[in-house]
């Protein structure tokens, strides 16, 4: 017997399988330095925490209505309007299990089979993948080799009369780029004028720097933006399974159906801490936005100080996209490397469809980026 053609052409996440693959090495007693995790290294704040514990001992355990309770979307629909200027009601708002799932449910619900989406490069590990799950075509757009940003004349020569939505996201995995409100007002005159349905992972939006500001692409075209954010990241709340998707009224309905036939709901003690993180103190988020700017810092100017590596400085999230290009070695050669040699993970650009880089995930302690650091500085001398 076999297994369907789909999951078989389904590739694993690598993200994944390296942190897998770094345990393992750990278990061993190997000591790892692992910069390949998407994955904030500080605790859930307490607040938090304490919401849920207090969610267990009064009885909320059981179902909720498929598309996540009512006090949950209404403190989204309120941090939506206060933060991003985003005015949708409660009922334009899904909860699911992760942000993750709300990017694919929101495929399920706009691809037919044969529908293309443009996923611009480089993109997270998972795109391409939930595209062909949900029986659509992933289109791979090449970016500015400089910039790493989609540009409106690109766009523009890659839609097609297949062409059913794109993907943005920023601020970006795998290379930290913001798109100003100039650079998405230029892609948004494309979307608006070929009809274009757009999915916005937002999910970094609180990890910017430099004066960078997170600007919603659904404030320039609202009628054809599906708004995906979630408490992963921001509250370092990754195992909690939390993420929402904000839009037009029927594409919400239709992933609330889809959802009431997969999950059922999202985890109810989950979505009682999410409420106590959207509304609660947000001191939290703030130190750890201070604490991944010095990292930030730190890692690129170390990185750029070995000859051979060189990366631009991240404007969001916490990932450095280092060009390996002089080392005349693929992506995942030179990952394999390091992890054999150096014991330091990290992500190969080819992953995210960009070759000749790596990802690294600055989202550890500083001391682990300085080990880090001088073991790739000894890795890459070795070459």
Same mark, same amino acid.
């Not at 529908?115 to 993109?123: K, Q």
């Not at 075209?221 to 995906?228: G, L, S």
């Not at 992890?339 to 650009?349: F, R, S, T």
């Not at 682990?368 to 890459?380: F, P, T, W």
């Given at each position: ?84 200027? *985003? ?7 899904? $909860? %699911? &299990?992760?942000? @993750?799932?709300? !990017?694919? =449910? +929101? ?42 940003? *989609? ?7 890659? $839609? %097609? &009369?297949?062409? @059913?939505?794109? !993907?943005? =996201? +920023? ?213």
């Amino acid at each position: 017997m076999n297994i369907s053609k789909k999951a078989e052409n389904t590739a694993p996440s690598e993200t994944l399988a390296i942190s897998a693959k770094c345990k393992e090495l750990k278990n061993q007693g190997l000591d790892v330095v692992n910069l390949s995790v998407g994955e904030p290294d500080f605790d859930t704040p307490q607040h938090i925490k304490d919401a849920a514990i207090s969610a267990i001992n009064k009885g909320f355990t059981k179902y909720t209505d498929a598309s996540g309770i009512l006090e949950l979307k209404e403190a989204i629909a309120k941090k939506l309007l206060e933060d991003n200027g *985003l005015k949708y009601e409660p009922q334009q708002i899904v $909860v %699911s &299990s992760g942000a @993750k799932h709300s !990017i694919y =449910n +929101s495929l399920l619900a706009l691809c037919d089979p044969g529908d293309e989406v443009l996923i611009p490069t480089p993109y997270w590990v998972s795109y391409c993948e939930m595209v062909k799950l949900a029986g659509g075509i992933p289109v791979v757009l090449p970016t500015d080799e400089d910039t790493l940003k *989609l540009t409106p004349q690109d766009l523009e020569k890659a $839609v %097609s &009369s297949k062409t @059913k939505g794109i !993907i943005l =996201n +920023s601020p970006q995995n795998p290379a930290g780029i913001v798109y100003s409100e100039d650079e998405l007002l230029g892609l948004a005159v494309v979307i608006k004028e070929k009809g274009l349905w757009v999915i916005s992972d937002e999910v970094y939006e609180r990890f910017v720097y430099d004066g960078n500001k997170h600007i919603s692409i659904a404030t320039l075209i609202p009628d054809q933006t599906i708004v995906i954010n979630g408490t992963s990241k921001t509250y370092s709340m990754t195992g909690w399974r939390i993420g929402y998707t904000a839009g037009n009224i029927n594409v919400i309905k239709a992933i609330s159906r889809i959802q009431s036939q997969t999950t059922s709901n999202p985890c109810s003690i989950s979505q009682y801490a999410a409420i106590a993180a959207i509304t609660g103190q947000q001191e939290c988020v703030n130190e750890m936005r201070v604490e991944f700017d010095k990292r930030r810092r730190f890692m690129a100017d170390r990185l750029n100080n070995i000859h051979g590596l060189s990366c631009k400085m991240p404007e969001g999230a916490f990932y450095l996209f280092c060009n390996i290009k002089a080392l005349s070695l693929s992506s995942e050669e030179f990952s394999a490397r390091l992890l054999e040699k150096a014991q330091v993970a990290v992500v190969p650009g080819k992953a995210f469809g960009t070759e000749g880089f790596i990802r690294i995930s600055y989202a550890t302690s500083l001391p682990c980026l300085e080990k880090a650091g001088d073991r790739i500085q000894e890795a890459v001398k070795s070459l």
